[in-house]
């Protein structure tokens, strides 16, 4: 959380965890006559505020507070004429290297923002979701996006608007978001009692009205920044005497900082102690977010009534005026969260008619997804079997591949038959000529044993020829007449 005065005096970025206090002066001391130091207090190092342009302005405030020139004049502007940017017009009186250094600051700045937008745009168009380019360009409002190399005037101009209505609305985001809490807790709740039986749902409700009594029974709570209030700190955490109490020195003890201003964090760790009251972590029926509800209360109320000038901050002499008003003497009564509920019962209705809503919105998301899976699930099974019908037609052709390969069965003759082979490339015996194709012997099936033997005559000379074949067969050498006999048998056309 920031300070518009702190902004530009090095306060700018404060801690948004508390700053439970500055060590406290020895009791042995007196610590009415203690006074505020003399030298300026470091400020505590600075943490992330919570704008998405934090860092950029925390190095922007860094360098212009290393020059002089601009360091004096800030001294010598009020938070109205920051606010109107005239403060801003002394940024062409700053030294070059701190010009220089702001104007690498927004290069990258500018390049930070442009990677970021482009990601959201890709994101959103993914899922379908049409781009709000307004509101894309709404982020560079802290700077002028039409000159991204140089940071000039209307830059700075421009960074103390964003910053200074970016935290007005800072406690208000706060506040919707703790509405919503709550709203989601009390929701939640009723639909746990709607899963139970008529007897567990009674003592869950019984449980339910134990812890909210526990809760509200607690001591009485003082009225943020009252006289009583204050007293409390002076006793209980500075250790002096009640009746001795002295807003000015309360003040000097408490400015932890130094820096003659109550800043935001400075003030809520005036309300620990009353918060420990109403809350103790270790206890079933407290709720820490809504003690951080409470404190973030307690806060603004204070500011309302003492800030005078609203720039945020309250100065010694706006606490010192606060000091003598009725308010501060004989407050009312302050009334915590359990007596004031975070929403109303409308809120509630529309609150619960949105989570219907989403509820609806995803079971249809789920069951499209749902959808989508068992359609992939199918395209997967197809691909599956044709994968495995693939793989049987390949093994069915290695398979033929295969038997192709093997020789065919050799032909046997019985007894001493020559077996007829086809054209084997051997010479024929002597005497043996080749018959003409159209003089090739026709085949004719041999008749099984035992079946009849038709009589067929033969050619003529074919009794002769194969009377000779047998006497060959059986090594015999034809007589000189018979050998003449065969060439011219052969010989005949």
């Known amino acids: ?14 801690p948004c965890l508390l700053l439970l206090g500055s ?3 020895p009791i042995s001391i007196d610590k009415t006559k203690v006074k505020a130091p003399e030298e300026t207090v470091e400020a505590p190092q600075s943490v992330d505020t919570g704008l998405h342009y934090d860092r950029y302005l925390r190095e922007v405030i860094d360098y212009l507070e290393k020059d002089q020139h601009f360091r004096e004049k800030l001294h010598n502007t ?18 070059h290297h701190v010009r220089t250094k702001l104007d690498e600051l927004k290069r990258q700045e500018v390049s930070r923002l442009r990677t970021l937008i482009k990601a959201k745009q890709d994101m959103e168009e993914g899922k379908g979701i049409a781009v709000d380019h307004q509101a894309l360009l709404k982020q560079f409002e802290y700077l002028n996006h039409m000159n991204p190399h140089t940071f000039e005037v209307d830059d700075l101009d421009r960074l103390i608007k964003s910053a200074t209505s970016d935290l007005e ?54 009225h943020p920044g009252s006289q009583n209030q204050l007293k409390e700190v002076w006793e209980d955490k500075d250790g002096l005497d009640p009746d001795d109490f002295d807003p000015k020195t309360f003040f000097n003890l408490h400015d932890s900082n130094g820096d003659g201003f109550f800043d935001e964090q400075e003030l809520e760790a005036l309300f620990t102690k009353e918060l420990e ?7 079933e029926e407290d709720d820490m977010v809504e003690m951080e509800e409470e404190r973030l209360r307690m806060r603004e109320h204070v500011m ?10 309250v100065s010694l002499d706006e606490f010192l005026v606060a000091t003598k008003k009725k308010e501060f003497l004989e407050p009312d009564s302050w009334e915590t ?8 019962d409308e809120e509630m209705r529309e609150f619960e008619a949105q989570l219907s809503m989403q509820e609806e919105e995803l079971s249809l998301k789920a069951q499209d997804l749902q959808q ?68 090739a012997i026709p085949h004719q099936e041999l008749p099984q044993r035992g079946q009849p033997q038709e009589f067929n005559p033969a050619p003529p000379g074919h009794n002769q020829l194969h009377q000779v074949a047998e006497h060959l067969a059986e090594g015999h050498h034809l007589p000189q007449g018979e050998q003449h006999h065969l060439q011219e048998h052969n010989a005949i056309p």
């Open 277 to 283: 009251k109403i809350y103790d972590p270790t206890n």
């Open 304 to 313: 309302n009534e003492v800030d005078a000038n609203k720039d945020r901050l």
């Open 337 to 344: 969260l359990e007596q004031n509920q975070a929403y109303t």
């Open 23 to 25: 060590e406290a002066v």
């Open 169 to 222: 609305n800072f406690d208000k985001e706060r506040h919707e978001e703790f509405k919503r809490y709550e709203m989601m807790k009390e929701h939640e709740r009723q639909e746990h009692l709607k899963t139970l039986d008529e007897e567990a749902r009674r003592r869950e409700e019984e449980h339910y009205e134990e812890m909210r009594k526990k809760h509200a029974d607690h001591p009485k709570v003082n």
């Open 78 to 95: 009020d938070m109205e004429d920051i606010k109107q940017g005239k403060l801003a017009k002394e940024l062409d009186f700053v030294s």
């Open 372 to 439: 989508q899976r068992a359609e992939l699930e199918r395209q997967q099974e197809q691909l599956n079997a044709q994968k495995q019908e693939l793989q049987q037609a390949v093994e069915h052709m290695e398979k033929l591949k295969q038997t192709q390969r093997v020789e065919p069965p050799e032909v046997h003759v019985a007894g001493n038959d020559v077996p007829f082979a086809q054209d084997q490339g051997h010479p024929l015996p002597p005497g043996h000529a080749e018959l003409p194709p159209d003089h």
């Open 1 to 14: 959380m920031l300070t518009m005065k702190g902004l530009f005096t090095g306060c700018l970025i404060v």
